[in-house]
């Protein structure tokens, strides 16, 4: 049986020291002097996500309501489920830039701009899902690709972000799931 690796260097936590770094730039709220990362690019990158979401809310809404046809009852349901849940991911993402010391950009003026996926209203309910489909896989690349750079450096924006990826790719498992059926 292997032994697990241990560090040769016994834990020593300086407590009094922490206390004096907390007292120093309270202003700062959640960001000590521990955070690696580069906050103004992290800041960047969860603004971009915050539009991305905004814009899949408005696209998910939009199809929600004109889903028409046959089969479109639980896929209008789905649409309903996927905009809520993409309102949460921009109400997280909007917190956590708050907590980094950050404003969420809420603008409408250049949410398009700000936006990874594009706003595509479709005419059929399979392009609805076509595009829906194709919004949630620019959110994966995306969110897989910020979550690669953030790294070890912001643990909790990190976990935050594999979070909403996990639902992302629920998601697009849906949309698949029901462009098989049409």
Known sequence: MEQA?????????????????????????????????????????????????????????????????????????????????????????????????????LSPKGILDRSHSEYVEGNTLEDMIKENLIAERIAIDSYRQMIEYIGEQDSTTRRMLEEILAVEEEHADDMSDFLAKT
């Open 5 to 105: 690796t241990r560090n040769p260097r016994p834990f020593d936590m300086d407590v009094k020291a922490i206390r004096a770094k907390a007292r120093q730039d309270i202003e700062s709220g959640a960001v000590t002097d521990s955070y690696r990362a580069d906050r103004q690019t992290v800041l960047k990158l969860l603004n971009e996500a915050l539009a991305t979401e905004i814009v899949c809310v408005l696209r998910y809404k939009r199809h929600y309501f004109m889903a028409r046809g046959l089969n479109a009852e639980p896929v209008a349901a789905e649409f309903a489920e996927h905009a809520a849940q993409e309102q949460q991911h921009a109400d997280q993402l909007a917190e956590r830039i708050v907590q980094l010391g950050g404003e969420p950009n």
